[in-house]
């Protein structure tokens, strides 16, 4: 098991930036796939990128260019930078972690705003 817990979530701006932290109680190395996904109100939690142990990144069109998903192993955390923001950002993020099993974390809320 694996458990997960996110920060950094909070309110900006349209174009501004935010960095969410999910932080693994067990090292990050030996998950096979984590990453982030989001829920909007009234829409269904969508996928935003994802990183493999291995390193690999995917992510979604709609944040290409703007979102860089990392890994930290001596901390393990991963983190979602996101830049050049944008009100339909908004929403609850997720932390997810693959690993003979699915885990969640609870969620951060991110609210881009005016």
């Known amino acids: 098991q694996v458990q997960l817990v996110e920060s950094g979530g909070g309110l900006a701006r349209p174009g501004g930036s935010l960095r969410l932290s999910c932080a693994a109680s067990?090292?990050?190395?030996?998950?096979?796939?984590m990453g982030w996904y989001r829920q909007a109100p009234q829409k269904q939690r969508e996928l935003v990128a994802i990183?493999?142990?291995?390193?690999?990144?995917e992510y979604v069109d709609a944040v290409k260019g703007r979102f860089t998903i990392s890994g930290d192993n001596t901390k393990n955390v991963v983190y979602l930078q996101m830049n050049s923001l944008k009100p339909e950002d908004t929403a609850v993020y997720y932390c997810?972690?693959?690993?003979?099993?699915?885990?969640w974390g609870r969620g951060t809320q991110v609210t881009v705003s005016s």
């Open positions: 997810y972690a693959l690993d003979k099993g699915t885990y």
């Open positions: 067990r090292p990050i190395s030996g998950i096979g796939i």
């Open positions: 990183i493999s142990n291995l390193g690999s990144t």
